[in-house]
């Protein structure tokens, strides 16, 4: 578990060094700010690590918002870490502007030798919403501008990389035009946007995405409002991790705080780690311990028990 006495923390994503040595990266606030819901235009991108993936040490920030005027200098929202094929670490992360009052997002590059001193690329965002499918700002539709959560990783046949981004498409009815953005790149610098990897499903966005493969199934993992029975994480499973998903077949991983969830390889096994939310009403902010998580062709995603039994992350028995 990482909680912190004097931060609360949110989204998070993971990248192993040679030593076997896990990094959290993930969002951080002052709990001096008192409401939660103000944290997200103070947001930082912390930095911790661990041996285990359960005792962590903390590390000074990764990256801060960037100094007036830029297109990142009100808060830095959620990423993805990737090891490039030069060696170097790739951080893809979310960025919001003062001028815009971080009503809109765009996807932005750092780069590190070593997973702790990260540098931006350049001087604005790699990855821009592209009106021929996604939508831009319209507060009569949406109240902000979706193109954020980016999840990076590479082509399983070889061919550059992919990115999944939290998009809205630009058409249809204002409340369900959640879909998975997609922009793809031969070298992690040069991004070109595509059409979405999925149709609309009700969804209003979806957040957090990131696409693996769990025993042998390509899955889509992401979180939304509350939908359908009011579950907010939810799981498609597909042909492969580079799509195209069909929302439709979206199944819930239930967990009666749990938000944001990462899979995580911990061994031979997986894991998913994320933040509590609310609990008896009340804002948590700290990640869990991992859970370990088995994919069940007819019950989807659903967490492990000591004995190796199927469970839903509640503790109730497959």
């Known amino acids: 578990m990482l909680r912190l006495p004097d931060h609360w923390v949110w989204d998070s994503w993971y990248a192993r060094d040679d030593d076997g040595v896990w990094h959290a990266f993930f969002l951080r606030a002052s709990r001096a700010l008192l409401d939660p819901e103000r944290r997200h235009h103070r947001a930082t991108i912390g930095h911790a690590v661990s041996t285990d993936l359960r005792d962590w040490r ?106 999944l981004l939290t998009a809205r498409l630009g058409t249809g009815p204002a409340a369900s035009r959640g879909v998975v953005g997609h922009a793809t790149s031969p070298d992690l610098l040069h991004w070109t946007v595509r059409p979405p990897l999925s149709d609309p499903a009700g969804f209003g966005h979806l957040e957090v995405l990131q696409a693996a493969v769990v025993d042998g199934q390509p899955l889509l993992l992401f979180c939304t409002n509350a939908h359908a029975g009011g579950h907010r994480i939810w799981v498609v499973p597909g042909r492969s991790v580079t799509g195209p998903w069909d929302l439709g077949a979206a199944r819930p991983f239930p967990h009666p705080h749990l938000y944001a969830p990462r ?56």
């Open 58 to 163: 903390l590390l000074p920030d990764a990256l801060v918002a960037a100094d007036t005027p830029a297109w990142d200098d009100l808060a830095l929202w959620t990423g993805s870490t990737v090891r490039g094929p030069d060696g170097r670490w790739y951080m893809f992360y979310t960025g919001v502007s003062r001028a815009e009052r971080g009503l809109v997002q765009r996807v932005g590059l750092a780069i590190s030798d070593d997973l702790t001193t990260w540098h931006r690329h350049g001087t604005g965002p790699v990855v821009e919403a592209d009106p021929t499918w996604y939508e831009l700002l319209d507060p009569a539709a949406w109240y902000e501008q979706a193109w954020r959560d980016p999840w990076v990783f590479p082509d399983p046949d070889g061919g550059g990389w992919h990115m």
């Open 263 to 318: 899979l995580v390889p911990d061994g031979d096994a997986w894991v998913v780690i994320g933040f509590l939310d609310r609990v008896d009403g009340a804002f948590v902010g700290e990640l869990c311990d991992p859970i370990p998580v088995r994919y069940h062709p007819a019950a989807g995603l659903v967490a492990r028990t000591p004995d190796g039994a199927l469970s839903t992350p509640d503790g109730r028995a497959r």
